[in-house]
Every structure is written in C-alpha cells, then in structure tokens.
C-alpha cells in the first residue's frame, strides 16, 4: 500500500511536468493544425535559456519569466519563418518539417551550449526529501508540480478573460467564423507557438532540476505524444490529464511490472497502453469525435 | 492500362503490347542501357567505397519502398517503419545461427535465402499486427500507433527478449561464411552490391506490378478517398492490411539484407531516427512515386556524404572549430529538410517528371 | 544526369503545371485561393548581382533552348536564383573537399561520438584522442614518420559508422580509434576480416579473447576486472567498518542498464566475484541510460536492502539514481563502472554521490602527478575554449590509448611491417609489461599474448569525497586468484 501510494505520488507530480508540456503541444494543434514533434527541443531551448540566465546571476523566478519572454520572441519567429510556408500543406509536409526543426534546434543548442551536463549551481531546490506522513517527496518534483499548477491557472486565466484568449479560443473552435470576425488568424499561430515555447521552456528548466541539463532531456519531448493522445487531441483540460496520467503510468508500472519483464517496461508501458486504449477510444478521452481526412 | 505518352506513329496492335512493361522501342533501349550499367558498368568500374555508397543507397531504397507504399499509394502514415526492418534483421540472424538445418541446405547454401523470404514473410505479419489499429483510426493516431511500434518493437521487445537470446555480446555477429547463397559466399562490398540491387530490382518489378492491378487501383481509391472508397465496394480494412503486409515484407527483405552489409547487428541500428529518415527519403523523393524513392535515397545518402566530407575538410583548414563545425552539420541538415519540404514540396520526382516532359513535348514544351 | 535519364517509362500525361497551378505534395486535386494568393507576390527581385546572373542565363538561354530553359524558367525568379545560389554553395563544397597529400605519413582514422546519445562523455574522449595524436606527432611521430588522424563524428548512428569505417578504409588508414561499444561491436566481424587494429573506448571483457575478436585493443582493464577489483576494495575496506560485521552476509544487488552491452558486460562477472567473496545477491534493477526517474527502481531495491550497490551505466543516470536513493534513504554505498563516475558527478548529485568507488586505471584530469602537466598543457593549447575545470578524466583515457598505439606502431614499424597483422604481432602483441609514459598517466603495465588480450589485472580504486577523488588502494585481480584468472575468468 505504501509503496502504490509512494509511486502514486511521484507519478502525479512528474506528470505535472509532463502535462505543462502537453498544454503546448494541444495549443498548437488546436489553434493551428500542425502536428509537433520538436517538442523536446522547444524543452530544451527552454531549459538552456533559464540556465545561462541564473548563471548570470538572476534569481530562479526572474531567470524563468525571461525565459517566458524569449520563449515568446522565439515562438514568433519560428513560426513566420518556417511555418508560414506550410499553410495549406498536407499533413505529413508540416510534420516533417517540424522533424527537420528538431535536428535545426539540436544542432544549434549544441554549437552554444556544448554537450556536456550542465548543473544548477548553487542548486535550487535542497536534495533532502520532504516527508508526508510516511511519502517521502523529493523537493524538486513537489515545487515543480507547484510552478505548474500556477502556470495552468495563469494560462486558464488568459484565456477565459483576456481579448487575445478568447480570440485564440475562436479561432481554435472554427476558424473560418472567427477570421470572418475580424481575428487574424496569423496572430493566432504565432501566439500558439509562442506559448507552446513557454510552457515547454519552464517544463524543462523544472526538469533540468531534476538531473542536470543534457541533450536526453530533450527525449521526455516523445513522451507528450502518449500524453496529448490519452487527454484527446483537441482538448487542453485532456492534455493536463493525459500528462498526469502518463506519469502515473510510468510510475506504477516501472514499480510493479518490473518483476514480470526482464525491464524496461517504464519507457514502453505508456506507449503500448496508448495503443490499446486506441482500439477501444479512438479519440482519447476529451477529444472531439469528428471524422478526421488526412 | 496505357500511361505512356506514345509518339506519333506508334500503334499497339495487340493487348499485350498495350498492357507491356516497356511500350516504345526508346524505352526498351533505355531501360535496357540502365540495366546493363548497374549490373554490369558498376561492378567493372567502382571501387570499394562507392560499394559501401551503393549499399547504403540500395538499403534505403528498399527501406523506403515500403513507406511509399504506405504514405504514397494508401494514405497510411507512418513513423515507425524501422522496426520492421528490425524484425526482418533478427528474424534472418537468428534463422541463420540458431537454427539446425540440415547439412545439406549449408551446404548447397540454400540457408541465407531462404531465411530472407521467412523474414520478409515475419516481418510482414508483425507489421500487419500494427496496421490492426488503422482499421479503427486515422491520420495522426496512426501515426502515433506506427510510433508506438516502432518503440515497443526495438526498444522493448527486441532490446529485453530477443537480444538475450544466447547471451549478450557476441550473439549477433555473424561469423565470416556463414552467409551463402548458392556457392557464392557473401563477404565482401561487390557481392553486397549484387545482392542488394537484385533484391531491389525484384521489389520494384513485385511493387510496380501490384500498382498496375487491382490491388493498387485501390489502395489509390483508398488514399484519395476512403469513405468513396467504401461505398464502392472496395473492402478498406482488407487493403489497409494488405498494404501493411507489403511493406513490412519489403522491410523484412531490407533487413535481411542489412545483416549481410555489416555481420553484426544490434537494436542501436535500427533506432527511430532511421524511420522518421526514411520518411524524408520519401518526402524528398516525391510522394507516391517509385522512382522517387531512388532519388531521395540517393540525394539522402550523397549529402550526408558531402557534408561530412565538406566539414572534414574545413577542419582541416580550422582544427580549434571542428567540433564547433560538427554541430553545424547537424543544424544544417535539418534546415536542409525543412528547406527542402517548403521550396519543393513535391519531391525530386516531380522535377524529374518536368524535364522529361519537356523533352516529350518539345518544341510545344511550355 | 545519364542516369536520370534512363529510368522507367513516363507517367501519364498530367496538365503542365506552372508554379501557380501547383497542386501539393503527394496530393491530387486543384489548388485553393489562398495559394494562388500566395503565388501572386512573388520574386520582384533587384540588384545588379541578379541583373548580372540574369543576363548570362538569358544568353545562354538564347544558345541552348534545352534544359536550362525548364529548369531556368518553369518557376518564379526568386526560386531561380535561391536555385543558383544552392548549387554554387555545393559546387564551392565539393571544390573543398581535397584529398590527403601523400608524404611519408602513417594515417589513422578515428570515429567518435560528439553529439549523440552518449556525446557527454564521447566529446572529451574526441578532444583527448586529437590532442595525443599532435602530442605524438610533436615527439617524433612513429619513428620520423607523421601521423595524419582523420577522424569523424558518427553520433552514436550506426549505419553512419559503418560507412564512415568504409570511408577511412578506402583513405588508406592503418588502425582506427574507435568509441563506444556500439560500434565496436558492430564493427568487430569486419575489422577481424580487414585485420584492422581497431583501439576502443569500450573496454568490454568480451573483446579480450583473440580467437574471436583479436582486433579489438585497449589499454585498461577490462570492465569484469574493474568491477571485481572495486567489490573486493569496498569488501576489505568498509565492510569492517559496517555495524552488522561478522553477523551475517553483506548484501550486493546490480543496477544496470539491461539491454545495453556495456552495461551488462561485466555483470555476470561481479555477480560471481560476489557469491565468491560470500555476498548475498539481489535481484538487478533496469534503468535506462537516459532515465531521469528511478524512484520505482530504488523502491524495488529497498525491499532487499542492500548494503553495497553496482550501478553499470553512465553519469547522467547513475547522478539520477543516486540523487533518488539519498532521496528516499536507501542506505547503501555505490560501486560504478568506469564511465559513470567522472569529475561531472559530484557537480550533477552533490552530497548523494559521497563515498561513491570507481576504478581509476588512469590518473583524474585534475591530478597532477607523472606527466599530466603534458596532458593539461596540450588541452590548453589545442582547446583554449573549454577551461580545465571543465575537463574530465576520459581525456587522460584517450592518451592512453593514443599512446599504446603509438607504441605499438613504432615496434611494428621497427620490424618493418605496418600491415594489420603486422601491427598485431609485432607491434601489440610484443608489449610486454609496458608502462605507457613511464607510467605518467597513472597507467598499470600493459601485456598483450596471442592468446590473452587482457592488459591487466592491476586496477587502482579510487572514491569521492568532498568533490575529490581519493586513493583507496589496489587490487591485483590476477595476483590474488591467478588460476582463475588464467583459465575461469577469461573472455566474459
């Protein structure tokens, strides 16, 4: 019992990470129909900014609403650079080229910041764990589940009261209605993307926390698929879930599954889960049931 | 069914000849004159690196056939083609070491090929197992499915299980001779060389007649429009499952061929970086040409070649900023897809398909 | 372009399309308004460069209604000239890449990992192997004879390395420095039929039998020795210290990366040092080698509670797994394979990775005993960017092997034969007891025989304390068990 509690927690509070980095990828998709999969670099670049700002000397908070803001400029510039071209594109095309993206991010973030691991120093976050009850939970993981949680009601908060959200909101629901009201449907993208970049930039600077900042953290980016997947497609509240979700699943199962298989289930096990849940909820759990041509 | 933009002057008297491979006497020569180079100009002049180049080439090539068939011809996403290639790998291997033929299949050297159609065959009911899901769903979850394939084949199956098998380590290299296919024994570049563009000449002759026939008229109903499809009577989920096992059949015959290229293999060859490169080779290539994935295979291989060698040799020049320059291959490389899909999104194919029309045409080519 | 040509027959007749008309790709059907709209405000170019290029095309263009013409002239004007522009960068490319020049000069190839999976610790190996090869050639080369080292990236993507194998051999090289043990495993069949001298990072036991990999060389011992050596130093030195001495059997469990080759090389053998040594052994834990989260895995462990842990992969997982048993106490001391603990560890778990031991079969990048002042000052010189706290332990592993080469290269040459097998014979296989730097680099004597590739079974253990490397003591693995050493333990 103790230990499912244990992994229990862990899990929620990594898939809190996981699930900041979903919201970005759901974003996109929903306000502009491009499949990302640079997702993991868009991590990275994140983690690498906030990092060569606190080793600046700017407090973590700081260094993070910087990174927010780069994230944005970014955001903005990838996509009228790259993603402009690709109105109107199939489907494959646009995914492709956010592969080719990814190579593009990876190979710049390792000319400026070379590949060695790279630490918080002096460490944000105190290594001994905090104990509830008998749980013992690593600092990390506690506050970075926090920073998520305020940054999902930030995001809520944009998007139900500001001009701009419910503009992207319009926009997300039918395109062609809310264009012919007036809202500009470049703006739109460019401000998924920009948030995209935000929400993964302080997922993996919250991640880099957790072992130092190196290329494979950039690899937790494949794990959104799974996660956007379980949430539904179209749905943001699914996106959090399915984060969670994935997190709790990798937990649990690592924990219990690892008896029966040789190992390695815990990288696998959301994956495969994935494509079971498929067979039975095509659309995920909130995602809208819509015949889709690709 | 005649494609080919006949001159004037040129009757098809017969239906043979109307339905014939080659239909004018200029092809003829010119297919011929092509064969002629690849199976016997190449081997008389090439040295042993281009082999090495030729191999990879062809490698691809039947890598990617598959996912043109999938992507080009059905509609059918997919990113994780590589573990295919990896169930054919190790299907052909363990075939070759674990199994006690008789001694006088080695000896006629009948063991390789026939592990080749088994794999080929293995591969492609695993590969309709994971097509099962695109009975249900489309578009981006199939893409996500194929992922999930490719994951829980390489990085989970064939990692944890397979390649236990016997003991780490030395398990999967495959001893020099054992590899024979009749009396020749295949251990050096020329001989890969050969094998590989037999092979690949047999799938595209397989893959384009299948194109020509039933099936192929509706998988392209299928990628066009599948409800029409549907309604028209063409039983989708039966086309979907049998492209599916086309491709991982092809698949299968690539990897069997991989682990003739290099004795040894491992779950690192086959890593999911491989399918989304093949996908590029298709995209690059043309969609929904077979000529085009000859294209992109060779563009593919030549300038990952040219760049390597470009930034060799400005190392040389600037040694304190190799390292430096090695990620710039990287960034570049992926700026060179993207570039590639914004500014030529149909493919080398297309261009290809430009300039012989223009020569068709002349002089109305405009 | 011939063989473009000649391809297989054209397809149907498709109306020609002109850049405005152009459906996508792989697509059939027309196109939409918004790209017509698109299409409308394309390429007004200016400049005299493009006025200049323009005017050479359109005369060309008048001499030769030909290709240039479809090429030239089926798309807008600023595809044009990012068309022109493309080709010139390629062209200017190809006219770079110049072959080697031909002088009395010995080559060798190197393949390396700088920016894959393993690119943290392969990119300082990188470093390392190229300053030794221009400290070699600053010292006199191979008996007056220069060394050119061509070496490339292959980023942990092993078809590339195969090919990158090919391209070196076709350059002419005589050995190769190889990475990791993807490669060399993968490269081991060839390199046995080429007879190429293929020095690795990998240090795998099953690379020392020569009747199945003989090619196959290094300098340390291999990670079998390694790890029996650390067991036994931990057994010796803190297990007496522990308060349950004397009452029962200590208890050892493996974390490891299972389906990695270098992690689990040398697994079976600690696991049967340890129930010789009278340990009770646990189960093993698979984690990953990029694994971020081990807490189910360090649970798992807690239910057998161990006093001594042996973690196999590299430095990024064993600072998480660490980091995740200080987390939730475990309790017990950690043991690590070579390429898990370097000089990055305390910087990444800090207080977690205290008292953590390591075999250290070369000196520390910060140690300044024997002639590492050579190694320091040559990475200044030649990497002035990266500054020397930067700097980990595998540079001093990469002279290592640079210098056994060197060694080996000079003897062969001296009996006059540099072929493959003549450096293997004459060259690896006549070191005996040969202290590479006299012994400068930390280095135990190296012996190579035609029947045992084993250099050594002399491993010096070191542990972290504080953010230093401490000398523990060492162990002679063949010296205290030498039959079987000889027969038992060899090849695994």
């Not at chain 1, 179209?234 to 997190?247: F, M, R």
């Not at chain 2, 033929?101 to 026939?114: E, K, R």
């Not at chain 3, 192997?129 to 080369?141: I, P, S």
């Not at chain 3, 990475?379 to 980990?392: C, L, T």
Request: proline residues 4%; hydrophobic residues 50%.
């Amino acid at each position: 019992m103790e230990l499912f509690l244990m992994s229990l927690v862990n899990g929620i509070l990594v898939g809190g990470v996981y699930a900041l980095v979903a919201l970005g990828w759901v974003l996109i998709y929903k306000c502009s129909g491009v499949l990302n999969l640079a997702m993991g670099e868009l991590t990275l670049i994140g983690a690498y900014v906030t990092l060569t700002f606190y080793q600046a000397g700017i407090p973590f908070i700081l260094s993070i609403i910087c990174t927010l803001i780069i994230g944005i400029i970014l955001g903005i510039l990838v996509e009228r650079v790259f993603l402009d071209k690709l109105i109107g594109e199939p489907i494959l095309a646009v995914i492709m080229v956010t592969v080719g993206l990814s190579f593009f991010f990876k190979g710049i973030i390792e000319f400026i910041w070379e590949t060695k691991t790279r630490v918080f120093s002096p460490p944000i976050f105190p290594l001994e764990p905090i104990s509830i009850g008998f749980i013992k939970i690593s600092n990390v993981y506690l506050w970075s589940f926090v920073l998520a949680i305020l940054l999902f009601l930030i995001f809520a908060a944009f998007f139900k009261y500001s001009h701009w959200g419910l503009a992207m909101q319009a926009t997300a629901d039918d395109e062609t209605a809310a264009l012919s009201l007036g809202v500009s449907a470049r703006f739109v993208y460019a401000a998924a993307w920009a948030i995209a970049f935000m929400s993964a930039g302080v997922g993996g600077a919250l991640l880099g926390n957790i072992n130092g900042i190196n290329i494979s953290v950039g690899y937790l980016g494949l794990l959104v698929l799974p996660a956007v997947v379980l949430g539904g497609l179209n749905s943001i509240p699914g996106a959090i879930l399915g984060g969670i979700t994935v997190g709790v699943l990798q937990n649990l199962s690592g924990t219990y599954l690892d008896h029966y298989f040789p190992g390695g289930v815990k990288e696998v096990f959301p994956f495969a889960f994935m494509t079971v849940f498929l067979l039975f909820k095509p659309y995920g759990f909130w995602g809208w049931e819509r015949i889709e041509r690709m | 069914m005649s494609h080919v933009w006949l001159p004037c002057g040129l009757y098809h008297q017969e239906y043979e000849e109307d339905h014939g491979w080659w239909q004018t006497p200029l092809i003829k020569g010119k297919m011929i004159l092509l064969l002629a180079i690849i199976f016997v100009g190449f081997p008389l002049t090439l040295t042993g690196y281009w082999f090495g180049v030729a191999n990879m080439v062809g490698y691809t090539a039947l890598g990617a056939l598959g996912v043109q068939l999938l992507i080009g011809y059905a509609g059918l996403i997919t990113l994780g083609h590589a573990a295919f290639i990896a169930v054919g790998a190790y299907t052909s291997t363990l075939l070759i070491l674990q199994f006690p033929w008789p001694q006088f299949f080695i000896d006629l050297g009948l063991a390789y090929p026939i592990s080749i159609v088994i794999a080929g065959i293995v591969a492609g009911l695993w590969s309709v197992l994971f097509g099962l899901p695109s009975a249900k769903v489309k578009g981006f979850y199939l893409i996500l499915t194929t992922m999930a394939a490719q994951f829980i084949t390489v990085d989970f199956l064939i990692t944890q299980y397979i390649s236990q098998i016997g003991g780490r380590g030395q398990a999967f290299s495959v001893p020099p001779g054992t590899i024979k296919i009749g009396p020749w024994t295949i251990d050096s570049e020329i001989k890969t060389y050969f094998l590989v563009i037999v092979l690949l000449t047999l799938c595209i002759i397989m893959v384009t007649n299948l194109l020509r026939s039933k099936v192929g008229r509706a998988w392209i109903a299928i990628r066009d429009n599948d409800i029409a499809a549907e309604t028209l009577g063409i039983n989708i989920i039966w086309y979907k499952l049998l492209n599916f096992f086309v491709a991982g059949f092809i698949a299968g015959l690539a990897g069997a061929f991989w682990v003739s290229n290099t004795a040894a293999i491992s779950p690192e060859h086959f890593p999911w970086f491989w399918s989304l490169w093949l996908v590029g080779v298709v995209l690059i290539g043309g969609v929904g040409s077979i000529h085009g994935v000859i294209f992109g295979s060779i563009f593919m291989v030549l300038v990952m070649e040219v760049i390597q060698l470009g930034v060799i040799s400005l190392g040389d020049v600037f040694p304190q900023l190799m390292i430096k320059f090695l990620y710039i291959k990287e960034s570049v490389f992926g700026l060179a897809i993207c570039a590639f899909l914004i500014f030529e999104p149909r493919g080398l194919s297309y261009r290809w398909w430009q300039i012989k029309n223009y020569f068709n045409l002349w002089p109305f080519s405009y | 372009m011939a063989i473009l040509l000649l391809t297989t027959p054209t397809p149907a007749y498709r109306p020609r399309s002109r850049a405005i008309n152009r459906p996508r790709a792989g697509q059939a059907g027309s196109p939409s308004p918004i790209d017509r709209e698109r299409e409308r405000g394309r390429g007004r170019g200016r400049g005299k460069f493009k006025k200049g290029v323009m005017h050479v095309i359109r005369w060309w263009e008048k001499r030769n209604q030909s290709v240039t013409a479809l090429i030239f002239y089926s798309t807008s004007y600023r595809r044009r000239t990012m068309r022109i522009k493309f080709f010139t960068i390629i062209l200017t490319l190809l006219i770079f890449s110049t072959s080697s020049i031909f002088a009395q000069e010995i080559k060798i190839g190197g393949l390396t990992d700088c920016t894959g999976a393993t690119s943290d610790v392969g990119k300082d190996y990188a470093l390392g192997l190229a300053e030794a090869f221009n400290y070699v050639n600053d010292t006199g080369g191979i008996n007056g004879k220069k060394i050119k080292y061509t070496w490339f990236d292959y980023g942990y993507r092993i078809p590339e390395a195969i090919t990158k194998y090919n391209f070196l051999k076709r350059m002419g090289v005589i050995a190769v420095e190889g990475w990791g043990t993807g490669d060399t495993e993968a490269l081991s069949p060839t390199v046995f039929k080429d007879k190429m001298p293929y020095v690795s990072a990998s240090f795998s036991a099953h690379l020392t039998n020569p009747t199945k990999t003989a090619y196959n060389l290094f300098f340390a011992p291999d990670y079998s020795t390694q790890g029996r050596a650390v067991l036994t130093t931990w057994f010796e030195t803190r297990w007496p210290k522990h308060k349950d001495y004397g009452k029962r059997k200590p208890r050892f469990a493996c974390v490891y990366a299972f389906p990695s080759p270098y992690a689990s090389a040398p697994i079976k053998a600690i696991k049967d040092h340890a129930t010789m040594l009278g340990f009770e052994v646990g189960d093993d834990q698979d984690v990953a080698l990029t694994s971020m989260d081990t807490k189910s895995q360090i649970m798992g462990l807690q239910k057998f509670k161990p006093d001594v842990c042996w973690h196999g992969n590299t430095t990024m997982c064993v600072s998480a797994t660490v980091r995740d048993a200080y987390a939730l106490g475990l309790g017990a001391d950690w043991l690590v394979n070579y390429w898990g603990e370097d000089e990055n560890l305390p910087k990444l778990a800090g207080k977690a990775a205290e008292g953590a031991m390591v075999a250290g079969p070369a000196y520390f990048f910060a140690d300044d005993r024997g002639k590492m002042k050579l190694v320091h000052d040559y990475a200044a010189k030649y990497n002035p960017g990266i500054p020397a706290k930067d700097r980990i332990k595998f540079t001093v592993t990469a002279w290592a092997n640079v210098l056994l080469l060197r060694e080996a290269l000079t003897r062969a040459d001296k009996a006059g034969d540099l072929t493959g097998e003549g450096i293997l014979k004459k060259g690896f296989e006549t070191l005996k007891d040969y202290v590479i730097l006299d012994g400068g680099l930390g280095t135990s004597p190296v012996t190579f025989t035609s029947t045992d590739h084993r250099t050594t079974g002399i491993v010096p253990v070191y542990e972290l304390r504080g953010e230093k490397f401490n000398y523990v003591k060492t162990i002679d693995v063949k010296a205290r068990w030498p039959e079987k050493w000889a027969k038992e333990w060899f090849g695994w």
